[in-house]
């Protein structure tokens, strides 16, 4: 069992920036590939970025891709979103996820954990 616990979302104004953090309990976090993902109201879930175990493999969207990183350290059990150049549409409530022993996914359906998310709200 694995939970999940994301902060430091907040407001901040178009161009700004603001790093995620997800921080995880147990003691295999370096076994499972995490993810974030986004939630617009009135939209569907999206993936926006995930990471191996290792770190050596990333994802993103085409969406984030060049403004956002992801990174973890797994002494720390934690996992970051660095989020850059925001944009309002970037607005959503941001949570992440866990999968055990997977390749990091842009599917949500792939990953065990999830968090409760944090929001992330972008004034133009």
């Known amino acids: 069992q694995v939970q999940l616990v994301e902060s430091g979302g907040g407001l901040v104004q178009a161009g700004g920036s603001l790093r995620l953090s997800c921080a995880a309990s147990g003691r295999t976090f370096s076994r499972y590939a995490m993810g974030w993902f986004r939630q617009a109201p009135g939209k569907e879930r999206e993936f926006v970025a995930a990471?191996?175990?290792?770190?050596?493999?990333?994802k993103f969207s085409s969406s984030v891709k060049g403004r956002f990183t992801i990174s973890r350290d797994n002494a720390k059990n934690t996992v970051y979103l660095q989020m850059n150049s925001l944009k309002p549409e970037d607005t959503a409530v941001y949570s992440c996820?866990?999968?055990?022993?997977?390749?990091?996914?842009?599917?949500?359906?792939?990953?065990?954990?999830w968090g409760q998310g944090t929001q992330v709200t972008v004034s133009s």
């Open positions: 996820a866990a999968a055990y022993f997977r390749t990091p996914s842009v599917r949500d359906d792939e990953y065990d954990y």
């Open positions: 990471i191996s175990w290792s770190g050596g493999t990333t």
